[in-house]
């Protein structure tokens, strides 16, 4: 498995925007996709977006579509979520998590959110006046 680790989340005002990084270190294994998901207290984890590294192609889940641009720094090895017009509802932490498979279309990744096998610990992100 690698580790993953995550940042950017805080406090921000309803109508903000925050980008969310997501950094893999320790190469033990290769990857293939890198999800985004989040979490609100009480509710389901749901995902939110996905990032083909070979095919340098991403997939917006309807949680955020619209709100929410991937990009990835590959030669860092480092991902970003940046996401626009946050509501108090998006309140929630925030994973990246990878994926030691390769499949496609990447829809795959969004239908079947077990094959990703890696996880971060998560950012805490917080929209509120």
């Known amino acids: 498995q690698l580790q993953l680790v995550e940042s950017g989340g805080g406090l921000v005002q309803p109508g903000g925007s925050l980008t969310l990084s997501c950094a893999v270190i320790?190469?033990?294994?290769?990857?293939?996709?890198i999800g985004w998901f989040r979490q609100s207290p009480g509710k389901e984890r749901e995902g939110v977006a996905h990032?083909?590294?070979?095919?340098?192609?991403?997939y917006y889940e309807d949680s955020m579509k619209g709100r929410c641009t991937l990009s990835g720094d590959y030669a860092k090895n480092t991902f970003y979520l940046r996401i626009d017009s946050l509501k108090p509802e998006d309140t929630a932490d925030y994973y990246c998590?990878?994926?030691?498979?390769?499949?496609?279309?990447?829809?795959?990744?969004?239908?079947?959110?077990?094959?990703?096998?890696?996880w971060g610990q998560g950012t805490q992100v917080t929209v509120s006046s």
């Open positions: 320790g190469f033990t294994a290769p990857y293939y996709n």
């Open positions: 990032i083909s590294i070979s095919e340098k192609t991403s």
């Open positions: 998590a990878a994926a030691g498979r390769s499949y496609y279309p990447i829809t795959y990744y969004a239908d079947h959110p077990e094959v990703y096998n890696s």
